[in-house]
Nanobody
Framework: QVQLVESGGGLVQAGGSLRLSCEESGSIATVVVRDWYRQVPGRQRDLVARLVPSGRATYAESVEGRFTVSRDSAKSTVFLQMNDLKPEDTAVYYC??????????WGQGTPVTVSS
């Protein structure tokens, strides 16, 4: 019933920009957090951006000042604007949501490759 679908990944040059989208379908009840994570094969999945219902966003130090998370509630879509991309940003990016009951929902991931 509940699906999170990421899109917008691709191959870009270092210094370029990319915007990821996470479209939410179905009801996740009351969402308490919406996040973007990224994962490199063989490594842990790391939180890169978090958006709470109040609208406050926080970022991992590695992306602070370069990435911006936002939400269009009318379209049930969360965005991750990525600017000044670096090769170390290469990863599969996942959106995530947690509801008030502690349930976690994940998208399928969208790959981002940044060439040097």
């Amino acid at each position: 019933q509940v699906q999170l679908v990421e899109s917008g990944g691709g191959l870009v040059q270092a210094g370029g920009s990319l915007r990821l989208s996470c479209e939410e379908s179905g009801s996740i009840a009351t969402v308490v957090v919406r996040d973007w994570y990224r994962q490199v094969p063989g490594r842990q999945r790391d939180l890169v951006a978090r958006l709470v219902p109040s609208g406050r966003a926080t970022y991992a130090e590695s992306v602070e000042g370069r990435f911006t998370v936002s939400r269009d509630s009318a379209k049930s879509t969360v965005f991750l604007q990525m600017n000044d991309l670096k090769p170390e940003d290469t990863a599969v990016y996942y959106c995530h949501a947690r509801n008030k009951m502690g349930g976690d929902y994940w998208g399928q991931g969208t790959p981002v490759t940044v060439s040097s």
